[in-house]
C-alpha cells in the first residue's frame, strides 16, 4: 500500500492597517439615521455595526472615519474594526435591494459583509476634516471635497496620524 502524509501549513503575514473614510452627508436622511443608530449602539456597548465597502476589503485591524457635519465644518469620527461581521447580521433597517445612492454603483448592497467597529484604539477619536484634508492633500482646490463612497487612503505616510499595529492575515495554505 502506497500512503502519502499531507502536511497543512499556513502562512500568517503581518500588514499594517488600512484607513478608510466615508462621507456621511446631512442632506441624507436615510444615511444619517443609520449613522445615529450606529452611534447610538456605540454609546450603549462600546461597539457599533456598519456595512464594509462595496468589496468587502476593510478587515479586522483596520480603521474606518466617518465625516460627518455641514459643509466647512466636518469632523471625522475614526474607529476601529473589532470584528467582522456576516451578511446576515445586516440589521433590517438598512438598505439591501439597492445601491446607496444613484450615483454610486448599479447593483444591491445586500452582499457587503459587516463589521463590528470599536472607539477603543490609539488614534484621535476625531480629527477637524479641513485639517486632515490641508495635511493629506486630499480634494487639491476643492473646499467643498469630500469622498464618494468608502475611500481608502492609498498613501497612508500622508495621514496625519501613524498607524503603527500591524495585523495578522493570513496568507496561504500550503499541502
Known amino acids: ?14 500588514k499594517m492597517p488600512e484607513y478608510y473614510h466615508v462621507r456621511i452627508s446631512p442632506k ?3 444615511v444619517m439615521t443609520d449613522f445615529n443608530i450606529f452611534f447610538t449602539e456605540l454609546l450603549t456597548t462600546r461597539q457599533g455595526r456598519w456595512d464594509k465597502d462595496s468589496k468587502n476589503r476593510i ?4 480603521y474606518l472615519g466617518f465625516i460627518t457635519g455641514p459643509v466647512s465644518e466636518e469632523v471625522v469620527y475614526i474607529f476601529k474594526v473589532e470584528r467582522e461581521g456576516t451578511v446576515e447580521e445586516r440589521p433590517s433597517h438598512w438598505a439591501s ?13 445586500a452582499d457587503r ?4 467597529l470599536t472607539n477603543k484604539h490609539s488614534l484621535p477619536k476625531t ?10 492633500g486630499l480634494g487639491g482646490d476643492c473646499a467643498a471635497w469630500a469622498p464618494r463612497g468608502t475611500q481608502r487612503m492609498v498613501n497612508k505616510k500622508t495621514l496625519p496620524f501613524q498607524i503603527e499595529e500591524p495585523v495578522e492575515e493570513k496568507e496561504s495554505i500550503r499541502v
Open 127 to 136: 480629527f477637524e476634516w479641513r485639517k486632515f484634508r490641508s495635511i493629506t
Open 28 to 30: 441624507r436622511v436615510d
Open 1 to 14: 500500500m502506497n500512503c502519502k502524509t499531507l502536511s497543512l501549513s499556513t502562512t500568517i503575514q503581518k
Open 97 to 109: 435591494a439597492t445601491p446607496y445612492t444613484s450615483n454610486n454603483g448599479q447593483t444591491s448592497v
Open 59 to 62: 478587515v479586522v485591524g483596520d
Open 113 to 116: 459583509q459587516v463589521i463590528i
